[in-house]
């Protein structure tokens, strides 16, 4: 809807002017009243219709954004999961790689005290050392013991081997 226009009143009659053109100005003046309430209504109707479209595309906008803005939030959580999960990651493989290029040997044949990055060999497997030992004999590797993480079991591996030669 075109904004609409408000007719302009006629000149209003004044005390001063003789009576026939007072009467004239007065009916002409007291006339347009009608179409100055028509025209006022078209203009309130006009106003409100323009306020609700206004109204909803400011609360469409608002939505979008907060949407956005929800969308963002969650999509940089998810970054940050993914960062910290790198770097879990990373940290783990560089303790591996510390553990594995400090091989001891077997674990039997260790005595005294052991300290991290260490790895040693034991019941067919490499074991990475979590803790400082004080006494590498009372602390045997396995997957139980919280001081040593299971690194490559060979024993799999072989099964493993066996499998694919099988074709199973």
């Known amino acids: 809807m075109a904004f609409p226009n408000i007719t302009t009143l006629p000149t209003p009659p004044s005390r001063g002017e003789d009576s026939t053109t007072f009467i004239t100005k007065a009916n002409a003046f007291l006339g347009a009243f009608p179409t100055l309430q028509s025209d006022i209504n078209s203009w309130a109707t006009y106003a409100e219709g323009t306020f609700t479209d206004n109204l909803n595309t400011i609360k469409t906008a608002a939505e979008a954004a907060r949407d956005a803005a929800q969308t963002a939030q969650a999509e940089a959580e998810a970054a940050q999961a993914g960062a910290e999960t790198a770097e879990s990651n990373t940290e783990a493989l560089r303790d591996e790689v510390y553990g594995v290029a400090n091989y001891k040997g077997l674990w039997s044949s260790l005595t005294g005290s052991l300290s991290?990055?260490?790895?040693?060999?034991?019941?067919?497997?490499?074991?990475?050392?979590?803790?400082?030992?004080?006494?590498?004999?009372?602390?045997?590797p396995s997957?139980?013991?919280?001081?040593?993480?299971?690194?490559?079991?060979?024993g799999k591996i072989n099964r493993l081997r066996i499998f694919a030669h099988a074709g199973l």
């Not at 997957?143 to 060979?154: A, H, I, R």
């Open 143 to 154: 997957s139980t013991n919280p001081d040593w993480q299971l690194s490559l079991d060979l």
């Open 116 to 140: 991290t990055p260490a790895s040693v060999s034991h019941n067919n497997a490499f074991w990475l050392l979590n803790t400082n030992l004080v006494d590498v004999t009372a602390s045997e």
